[in-house]
């Protein structure tokens, strides 16, 4: 997979952007509230039709305009495609060679992407809901039904909280337990799934990068059922149903529901002991480091072929052994990457000769003066 052509319009702070991304590196370098993260978050929401760091669609339209857009040509198996998603109050549009995109399998069509952004470096030493998500934003790219399992889940969940807390009577709600434990149980069964693949990777990758500070492991950690519950899907369905069942009383007292995979958590343990707990700040940012790393090597080894990378100014916030790390395996691994950074000489060492150098000034892109 490889993107050819991105056109940017009305989009955060870039009124009109068309480049020619590299087939490597393409690195963007500017002052601090230019665009750079704006446009790797274009590019993050063609990719995947999901928001990056919006809470809405309509924050990514540029004020005072009614409709933004990100348009992209890929090259992918042999073949071009041209994808396009629109932002507007309403929400997000998707097409296809510029028609209406009839489902999402046909929007992505083998079209991938991995973020890594400052926000995900403290993912290890923060709550399990940046862990989830880190986990989740692996799972969709791996699992495209991933998104539809966890949208069924969210809406069963809400049903199910609302009745809560309207005080309903039991026979209520336990009539929605058996249809959200079935669609928990689909949400579980594919991060199991990613966990199964990816763990090990990210346990060898970090062995790579912080050389003598300990093994890591990492873990799915369900809420309210034990490890041995975590069989295939109607094992998992059943035992959370049982769960639900079981803390249905308490659950009615507090008002929402708390067991489940909104609850669960990824655990990364260093030297066997919780990263967030014991690990550095240096050593927690390495476990992620090698999480994007085996996220990216999963994808490459079980699709056949690489996601595109945005490394949104991570090199400032790694120290310079990891980030030497990271570059040399940027400059080894022959992805498409995109890399944003205020400072160029942090990432010269990815870019190699064929990097593409581009300055942004007030949304606007263009060759690097100097
Ligand atoms: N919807 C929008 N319309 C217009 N401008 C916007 C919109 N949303 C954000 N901006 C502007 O975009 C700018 C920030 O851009 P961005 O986050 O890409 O900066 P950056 O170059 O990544 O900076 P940093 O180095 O600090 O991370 C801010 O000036 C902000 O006001
Ligand atoms: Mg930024």
Redesign the pocket.
């Known amino acids: 997979m490889r993107l050819l052509a991105l056109e940017v319009r009305n989009?955060?702070?870039i009124e009109t952007a068309d480049l020619l991304p590299a087939e490597r590196a393409t690195v963007v370098v500017?002052?601090?509230?230019?665009?750079?993260?704006?446009?790797?978050?274009a590019l993050y929401l063609l990719a995947t039709l999901r928001p990056l760091r919006a809470a809405r669609y309509a924050?990514?339209?540029?004020?005072?305009?009614r409709r933004g857009r990100v348009r992209g040509r890929f090259a992918l198996g042999g073949a071009e495609r041209e994808i396009s998603v629109e932002v507007h109050t309403g929400g997000r549009e998707a097409f296809v060679d510029g028609k209406p995109a009839k489902s999402l399998t046909d929007y992505f069509g083998g079209v991938s992407v991995v973020a890594f952004t400052p926000d995900d470096l403290s993912v290890a030493k923060g709550g399990p809901e940046g862990r989830r998500r880190l986990l989740d934003r692996a799972v969709f790219n791996r699992f495209p039904g991933h998104l539809e399992a966890c949208r069924d889940y969210q809406r069963a969940l809400k049903q199910r909280n609302r009745l809560l807390k309207e005080r309903a009577a039991p026979a209520l709600f336990e009539a929605f337990d058996e249809a959200l434990a079935r669609a928990g149980a689909r949400v579980v069964a594919r991060r199991l799934a990613l966990v199964a693949e990816m763990g090990p990777r990210a346990e060898g990758s970090f062995e790579a990068i912080a050389v003598g500070d300990g093994g890591l492991q990492t873990r799915y950690a369900p809420s309210g059922v034990g490890p041995e519950a975590l069989g295939g899907e109607p094992q998992i369905a059943g035992e959370l149903l049982a769960a639900l069942r079981r803390r249905a009383p308490r659950d009615q007292e507090r008002g929402f529901t708390s067991v489940g995979p909104h609850a669960d958590d990824l655990e990364l343990l260093l030297g066997g002991r919780p990263a967030r707990s014991f690990a550095s700040q240096g050593q927690q940012r390495a476990v992620v480091l090698a999480l994007k790393i085996a996220e990216i090597e999963n994808l490459r080894a079980s699709l056949g072929r690489p996601p595109l990378l945005l490394l949104?100014?991570v090199s400032s916030e790694l120290d310079p052994a990891r980030n030497a790390h990271l570059m040399e395996y940027l400059r080894a691994s022959n992805l498409q990457v995109f890399l944003?950074t205020?400072d160029e000489r942090l990432v010269r060492q990815a870019a190699g000769e064929d990097a593409r150098l581009l300055g942004?000034e007030r949304?606007v892109f263009g060759p690097l003066p100097g």
């Open positions: 989009f955060r702070n500017g002052p601090n509230g230019q665009g750079k993260t704006n446009l790797l978050e924050e990514l339209v540029r004020f005072g305009e949104d100014d944003t205020t942004v949304g």
